[in-house]
């Protein structure tokens, strides 16, 4: 069996990363599982509300908080399904859909009038690390923002618990690869600026990388995907690496150090 992967992720090298064993059945074996953390089904409704806000934003409208409210509400009764997972005891369906209302609101006071000269929003990247069609990355920027004098903010929202420290954020790849293809895309960037919002708390943090801390990561990159290719082309071991995590993972049934289905997850 020859990999298929052609191209890769940030988040599946950070997977690789954290648990061979977890990429290899999602990224090589391909086991889609239909079950889904509420953790990440909350954070995408917050990540499709705020793209909503910021869609009106650029058609010159600002809409009120109530009306981002009612799209959020929406767009969760319209997605939820009968295999979102709540791992955490004690906790239901209406804490987590609060805590998303919670996260916009925090969001919106934060940041309106919302002047930012928005250039892209969840733009969809295809670039290639060095240039080498070897390694070729995929991504998503949450969202773009330009000066048109060359200065340019890449922005993530994070809906997680986990909040980065700023020297955490300095040494973050995600967003620093997105910087990558930006330079690598367009020939008008003069400056980057990378932007965390980390909405449960209404932090903002701000880094900057130098062309040698980029050449760094990407270098870094591709060790990890020659790894990968190695390990698959050799058919050696994928081992799990059983962590805190494994109570939100979805492949205990595939994994040899689980048995049976995942009694955190109900």
Not at 9 to 32: N, T, V
Not at 110 to 116: D, I, L, W
Not at 137 to 151: A, E, F, P, T, V
Not at 227 to 252: H, Q, S, T, V
Request: proline share 3%; glycine share 6%; aromatic share 12%.
């Amino acid at each position: 069996m020859v990999i298929t992967l052609e191209r890769f992720s940030y988040s599946g090298l950070e997977s690789y990363k954290k648990c061979p064993a977890q990429f290899k059945f999602r990224y090589i074996d391909f086991i889609r599982k239909p079950d889904e953390g509420i953790e990440a089904f909350m954070g995408k409704r917050v990540h499709e509300a705020l793209e909503f806000l910021y869609k009106e934003v650029q058609s010159g409208r600002i809409p009120i908080i109530d009306s981002i409210h009612d799209y959020y509400k929406s767009i969760w009764n319209d997605k939820w399904h009968n295999r979102i997972a709540i791992a955490k005891r004690g906790e239901c369906k209406e804490d987590y859909f609060r805590l998303g209302e919670d996260c916009i609101a925090r969001f919106y006071r934060k940041n309106q009038p919302f002047a930012e000269r928005v250039e892209g929003i969840e733009l969809e990247i295809d670039f290639k690390l060095d240039g080498n069609e070897s390694y070729r990355m995929k991504g998503i920027m949450d969202r773009l923002d330009h000066d048109n004098n060359g200065k340019f903010e890449i922005h993530d929202y994070k809906t997680g618990k986990r909040a980065l420290s700023q020297s955490q954020a300095d040494s973050d790849g995600q967003l620093a690869l997105y910087q990558i293809a930006l330079e690598q895309q367009r020939d008008d960037v003069k400056d980057v600026t990378l932007v965390w919002h980390f909405v449960r708390y209404g932090i903002e943090i701000r880094s900057k990388r130098t062309k040698e801390q980029l050449q760094l990561l990407s270098e870094s990159m591709q060790k990890r995907i020659d790894e990968i290719r190695l390990k698959e082309k050799e058919g050696a071991d994928f081992p799990p690496k059983p962590m805190i995590l494994c109570n939100w993972c979805y492949y205990w049934e595939e994994c040899p150090a689980q048995q049976g289905t995942n009694p955190y997850i109900r």
